[in-house]
């Protein structure tokens, strides 16, 4: 498995992290084997949030990894926070400093350790006062319970807000990326014509990411829409399955490691979260990690998506 340089180069992260939303699904014995699995395979970043799973998600991995000092040294852990419910399951934000201290706290507890690689805030919070932001920063590294900090679905001029008062720095941001999502690097594609895919809709933020050396993380990359879907093997997108599939079988890969491979191609050294479930894909998917497309490939999986090229 290639490593990634996060937080210039102090991090060195896995090229694929399992995200852990959806481990709660799954029976004692197999959290175990996938997480097993998963760092046989060399993956050593593991992806939380405290909202996952009502925050069961990391009692499940803590117990799957059967945590200890020793196991804990062998892996990077990354929890967000932020997202709440209301009593009647609608969402609201939360960027407060009392509610980014306590969430840590309670992720810390859950899984079971004493500190946190990376902390996330998770989507913005249209009413966050970036100041008390930096005095939970400030004490959450202070006090050792977080080394590394950043943001998820953040744009460039919402991260210059965080950084004029966040000494620490921000060193990742997560944002959904597929063949099928890709507006980050479709209006960079399209400058300055005239159709759909030359709107900036999100601040060049993949530009940004990389002048500032901040690390992106791409969620849902095997999804199209938001959550309405997986593209993979779906009668909706014919052509792209048909280029996926002819170049899997050339390399000797499943169509989901091609997937993978797409954003793992991209220059900026781009990490993808996996959410599988299953520990016989997972395997699958890793094998991306030992390829690369050609140029010529990723433009012709990029146009195949339905993507326009000038």
Not at 37 to 55: K, L, P
Not at 284 to 290: L, Q, V, Y
Request: overall charge negative; hydrophobic content about 40%.
């Amino acid at each position: 498995m290639k490593m990634i340089p996060i937080a210039g180069g102090k991090l060195p992260s896995s090229e694929i992290s399992l995200g852990c939303m959806r481990i709660t699904a799954l029976s004692d014995k197999e959290a175990e084997n996938l997480v097993q699995t998963a760092f046989e395979q060399g993956i050593n970043f593991f992806d939380h949030a405290d909202i996952y799973g009502a925050g069961k998600s990391e009692e499940v991995f803590a117990k799957a990894v059967h945590m200890s000092p020793s196991v804990r040294e062998k892996m990077i852990l990354q929890s967000k926070c932020g997202i709440c419910q209301d009593n009647g399951g609608n969402a609201y934000f939360d960027f407060s400093k009392e509610h980014i201290l306590k969430s840590v706290e309670g992720s810390l507890k859950r899984l079971n350790t004493d500190y946190l690689d990376v902390l996330l805030l998770h989507r913005p919070d249209a009413l966050v006062e970036p100041e008390e932001v930096a005095e939970a920063f400030d004490i959450l590294h202070t006090s050792g319970k977080v080394r590394y900090f950043g943001v998820s679905n953040e744009k460039p001029m919402q991260m210059e807000l965080l950084s004029k008062y966040v000494k620490q720095g921000l060193v990742i941001n997560q944002l959904q990326l597929s063949i099928t999502n890709a507006t980050m690097i479709s209006n960079g594609i399209n400058v300055n014509m005239e159709n759909a895919s030359a709107v900036d809709r999100d601040g060049s933020v993949l530009d940004y990411c990389r002048l500032k050396e901040i690390t992106v993380q791409a969620w849902s990359p095997y999804q199209y829409g938001m959550f309405e879907g997986v593209f993979l093997n779906n009668d909706k997108f014919p052509v792209l399955n048909q280029k996926i599939d002819e170049i899997a079988a050339k390399k000797g890969v499943t169509n989901s490691a091609i997937a993978t491979a797409w954003i793992l191609r991209h220059p900026a050294k781009i990490q993808t979260i996996v959410g599988t479930t299953n520990a016989s894909r997972l395997k699958d998917i890793c094998k991306a990690t030992e390829m690369e497309l050609t140029r010529q490939e990723w433009y012709e999986i990029y146009r195949a998506a339905g993507n326009i090229l000038p």
